[in-house]
């Protein structure tokens, strides 16, 4: 997933639904303890470009390995770009903060959505 200042958040969040139907990338003003969940009223506008959130220097990208874990992937756009970013799940027809399972990697929390994503409660 490519990274630079010109980037909106919108479009990395496609382009991680793309390889991972079933996910999804929402973006916060700040970071939340692990094991907590982020308050919606901190998502960032999707329209806005990295370089509006956290100006980086050049272009850099940062690899999508279904066999990551969701909090790995969590921490590094943290660490290597100042993004706070939270996965979401599809469960049940609607979308969860995978705050619960981070330990689970993109690969399974892929598969659960497909499995439990559309089911009705």
């Known amino acids: 997933m490519k990274i630079s200042n010109d980037r909106k958040l919108k479009d990395l969040q496609t382009e991680f639904n793309q390889r991972y139907p079933f996910l999804q990338l929402a973006f916060f003003?700040?970071?939340?303890?692990?094991?907590?969940?982020?308050?919606d009223a901190t998502r960032l506008d999707p329209e806005l470009t990295i370089g509006q959130i956290q100006p980086i220097t050049g272009i850099s990208y940062i690899p999508l390995n279904s066999d990551q874990k969701?909090?790995?992937?969590?921490?590094?756009?943290?660490?290597?770009?100042?993004?706070?970013v939270q996965v979401y799940r599809k469960s049940y027809g609607k979308w969860l903060q995978t705050w619960a399972t981070d330990i689970w990697?993109?690969?399974?929390?892929?598969?659960?959505?497909?499995?439990?994503?559309?089911?009705?409660?």
């Open 70 to 84: 969701v909090g790995d992937l969590e921490l590094y756009f943290a660490r290597a770009f100042g993004l706070h």
């Open 105 to 121: 990697t993109l690969e399974e929390q892929n598969n659960r959505g497909r499995i439990m994503g559309d089911k009705c409660a």
């Open 29 to 39: 003003q700040s970071e939340q303890p692990f094991g907590q969940i982020s308050a």
